[in-house]
């Protein structure tokens, strides 16, 4: 199993990015996908999940309304679209895959391969 996340980079408060996870080594399509993101000196943390057939999304309550999530299970790709960046939104970024088919979860101990993680830096 390999995940291999891009899209990160250095942008100004209130611009967007997207970031991108290309999956490989198992069934995507069957697979809950999710977003965390780590600060320094802070504990990794949930940003959103999406379900298997993408139908299903979980946001944090910090991010909702401002950042999406979509999976393509034709390229094998979960996206995180993120708008109205804020300087707090700084943080490496980790996709991860969660569940065969079921329900999607927040919690990390769910998602049990995770990419190598792709910094988002906001400036103010």
């Known amino acids: 199993v390999q995940l291999q996340a891009s899209g990160g980079g250095l942008v100004q408060g209130g611009g967007s990015l997207r970031l991108s996870c290309t999956a490989s080594g198992f069934m995507f399509s069957r697979y809950n996908m999710g977003w965390f993101r780590q600060a320094p000196g802070k504990e990794r943390e949930f940003v959103a999940a999406i379900s298997w057939g993408g139908g299903i999304t979980n946001y944090a309550a910090s991010v909702k309304g401002r950042f999406t999530i979509s999976k393509d299970n034709a390229k094998n790709t979960v996206y995180l679209q993120m708008n109205s960046l804020k300087p707090e939104d700084t943080a490496v970024y980790y996709c991860?895959?969660?569940?065969?088919?079921?329900?999607?979860?927040?919690?990390?101990?769910?998602?049990?391969?995770w990419g190598q993680g792709t910094q988002v830096t906001v400036s103010s």
């Open positions: 991860a895959r969660g569940g065969h088919f079921g329900a999607t979860s927040l919690t990390r101990e769910d998602y049990d391969y």
